[in-house]
């Protein structure tokens, strides 16, 4: 982002977790409060940049072998004659679905319980943040009228 903004910047989707990298805006009198906010946004970040990336991999790797071993058990290749990858139907990759989702179902269920307590402590400072704005803004107000 260029020095004069004043916002934080949205990146592209990252390759790996599919989630848009946030460049937090710095003011330039950053209270120890809004430090820790920002702090803790990023860290929410960074963890989620981490699962997903992860998850992913692993989603794309056993999506793989298994297309590849139930091709193998028809008797077909990776690639049909036109040299096009082969697939299977929605049925068989339903399979593979449930069968994904049944084996990661506690990774699921930590990352969401983790994902709640990092948000429920931002949303925290974040209402501290702009009480003491608010506050100040007031002082502010009243110091000048």
Not at 7 to 33: A, C, M, Q, T
Not at 90 to 109: G, I
Request: proline fraction near 6%.
């Amino acid at each position: 982002p260029p020095a004069h903004s004043r916002n934080d910047w949205i990146g592209p989707p990252d390759k790996h977790s599919n989630l848009r990298p946030i460049i937090f805006y710095v003011p330039p009198e950053e209270s120890p409060l809004e430090r820790r906010l920002r702090e803790a946004r990023q860290e929410a970040q960074a963890c989620d940049q981490r699962f997903w990336a992860r998850h992913n991999r692993a989603f794309s790797q056993e999506k793989e072998e298994f297309i590849y071993s139930r091709l193998k058990a028809k008797g077909l290749e990776m690639r049909d004659e036109t040299g096009q990858k082969a697939t299977l139907n929605a049925e068989e990759m339903a399979d593979f679905y449930k069968d994904f989702l049944s084996k990661n179902f506690r990774k699921h269920m930590q990352y969401n319980r983790d994902w709640y307590k990092r948000n429920f402590t931002i949303t925290f400072l974040m209402g501290q943040v702009a009480l003491v704005r608010a506050l100040r803004w007031l002082r502010w107000r009243k110091k000048n009228v």
